[in-house]
């Protein structure tokens, strides 16, 4: 019985690990490259904001939680929590995503240049 338990819990282990890097396999270095794009309107400096809201801590925050920055209704009344999978649907089309939204941004086409620009986010304060 209790071999049983042990061999369940380690191919659910092995499940999740060969699952997981799909979403996590950002590189930091080549997504500074990409966050060019967005620096005209954010920082990731705790509490700057440009045209766009400050996006430190970004990441597990529900949309629209900036103190002090007006964000559209639109965004307001999204009801999402910006995680990988929502960032990478916003910043492929935000219109799509949040229709109404401020951000005038048309989207990142690549998938990769996503995965990256997010990895950059994360690893400097966001
Ligand atoms: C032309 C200016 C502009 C550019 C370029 C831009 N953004 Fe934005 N962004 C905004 C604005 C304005 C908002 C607020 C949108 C709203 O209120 O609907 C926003 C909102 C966001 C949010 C939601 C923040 C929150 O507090 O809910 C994220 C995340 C984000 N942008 C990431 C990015 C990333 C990453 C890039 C680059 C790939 C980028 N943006 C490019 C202007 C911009």
Same mark, same amino acid.
């Given at each position: 019985m209790k071999h049983k338990i042990i061999k369940v819990v380690g191919l659910a282990a092995?499940? @999740? @690990?060969?699952?997981?890097p799909a979403l996590a396999a950002g590189d930091a270095d080549a997504g500074k490259k $990409?966050?060019? /794009? +967005?620096?005209a +309107?954010? @920082?990731? &400096?705790? %509490?700057?904001?440009?045209v766009?809201?400050?996006l430190f801590g970004v990441l597990g925050k529900p949309a629209a939680s900036v103190k002090g920055?007006?964000?559209?209704?639109? *965004?307001q009344e999204s009801g999402l929590t910006w995680d990988d999978?929502?960032? @990478? /649907?916003? !910043?492929?089309?935000?219109?799509? !995503? $949040?229709? %109404?939204?401020?951000m005038a941004?048309? %989207? *990142?086409? /690549?998938?990769? &240049?996503? &995965?990256? $620009?997010?990895a950059y986010i994360k690893a400097n304060g966001g």
């Open positions: 092995a499940l @999740a @690990a060969l699952s997981a $990409v966050f060019n /794009k +967005c620096k +309107c954010h @920082a990731l &400096d705790e %509490g700057k904001n440009k766009g809201p400050s920055f007006k964000y559209s209704k639109a *965004l999978a929502t960032l @990478a /649907k916003y !910043l492929t089309k935000p219109k799509e !995503l $949040v229709p %109404g939204t401020r941004f048309s %989207g *990142l086409k /690549k998938s990769e &240049d996503i &995965d990256n $620009v997010i």
